[in-house]
Nanobody
């Protein structure tokens, strides 16, 4: 079983910053990694994704504010979140997708709250 674990969530003021981390067991270098979020009463949505080759993509709502990166040596993906707004409040989930098998693995989620 692949273990995916998020950390770094918390509460911040509007305009603040937060950095999330996620580790995934197994062959990290051949996982596509992504961050998703789900706000109360809403569907889960893609926030940012970074391929095994290092190519990032972002939801329009976070482009220019969030940066996804990965460190394969540490088996860790990061989400640097700047200029946070209340609309960013959600549970953030880390996803690992195996490049070869396409199997998906999910973390337990970490709460991000941007108070107003």
């Amino acid at each position: 079983q692949v273990q995916v674990v998020e950390s770094g969530g918390g509460s911040v003021q509007p305009g603040g910053t937060l950095k999330l981390s996620c580790t995934a067991s197994g062959p990290f270098s051949i996982y596509d990694m992504g961050w998703y979020r789900q706000a109360p009463g809403k569907q889960r949505e893609l926030v940012a994704r970074i391929g095994a080759g290092g190519t990032p993509n972002y939801a329009d709502s976070v482009k220019g504010r969030f940066t996804i990166s990965r460190d394969n040596a540490k088996a860790t993906v990061y989400l640097q979140m700047n200029s946070l707004s209340p609309e960013d409040t959600a549970v953030y989930y880390c996803n690992a997708q195996h490049l070869i098998t396409s199997a998906d693995y999910w973390g337990q989620g970490t709460q991000v709250t941007v108070s107003s």
